[in-house]
């Protein structure tokens, strides 16, 4: 059974940086789309970055230029760079990867940034 790991959410200040790291276990995870998605309190759980097996990028508008996401197959891993935090960057990430039978999800990492 797939399952997905993150790790290098925290506490920030405006400005400044965090990277957030996703590994998968009990899949070819190499094969599939795998990226970021967020969720603030109150809102609906949008995404934020995915990067195809291919190397196609596709960045949400309000990333683009301060985000940056990449994987290492070997490693069954994705991560995003966060730069440029700010406080409306403020909610919980969640890791997923699409498989042939649906979309997996992480349990959540917690991305605070303080203004």
């Known amino acids: 059974q797939a399952q997905l790991v993150e790790s290098g959410g925290g506490l920030v200040q405006a400005g400044g940086s965090l990277r957030l790291s996703c590994t998968a276990s009990?899949?070819?995870?190499?094969?599939?789309?795998a990226g970021w998605y967020r969720q603030a309190p109150g809102n609906q759980r949008e995404l934020v970055a995915t990067?195809?097996?291919?190397?196609?990028?596709r960045y949400a508008d309000f990333v683009k230029g301060r985000f940056t996401i990449s994987r290492d197959n070997a490693k069954r891993a994705v991560y995003l760079q966060m730069d440029g935090l700010k406080p409306e960057d403020t909610a919980v990430y969640y890791c997923s990867a699409d498989l042939p039978w649906g979309k997996i999800w992480g349990q959540g990492t917690q991305v605070t940034v303080s203004s």
């Open positions: 009990g899949s070819t995870f190499s094969s599939y789309t």
């Open positions: 990067r195809s097996s291919g190397g196609f990028i």
